[in-house]
Nanobody
């Protein structure tokens, strides 16, 4: 059973940058796709970004493309989300997740939160205008 712990959230002004981390323990995640999702108050959880096992194939939501970068360090069992040019509409709780059943990668598949089988507790990101 893998445990995921996010960190790095905070309160920033619009235009600032933050880097979120997701540390995995209990089981290696290096063979599996991982993703970032977010949920704003009163809204459904939405896809942000996903990475295949080695970080060479990544997928982004249109709303963050060009501003956010997903990456991973499999030696550290850690997933990252570099967020630049933050906007107030990026305010949400950010969650990381891992899908540990498949070893292939499909961009459309990993946009779906239902396919992930382990989630972190989330980290709050608040962007003020």
């Amino acid at each position: 059973q893998v445990q995921l712990v996010e960190s790095g959230g905070g309160l920033v002004q619009a235009g600032a940058s933050l880097t979120l981390s997701c540390a995995a323990s209990g089981r290696t995640t290096s063979r599996f796709a991982m993703g970032w999702f977010r949920q704003a108050p009163g809204k459904e959880r939405e896809f942000v970004a996903a990475s295949n096992w080695n970080g060479l194939t990544v997928t982004y939501a249109d709303s963050v493309k060009g501003r956010f970068t997903i990456s991973r360090d499999n030696a550290k069992n850690t997933l990252y989300l570099q967020m630049n040019s933050l906007k107030p509409e990026d305010t949400a709780v950010y969650y990381c997740a891992v899908e540990s059943q498949r070893t292939d990668y499909s961009a459309s598949y990993y946009r779906r939160d239902a396919v992930y089988d382990a989630w972190g507790q989330g980290t709050q990101v608040t962007v003020s205008s």
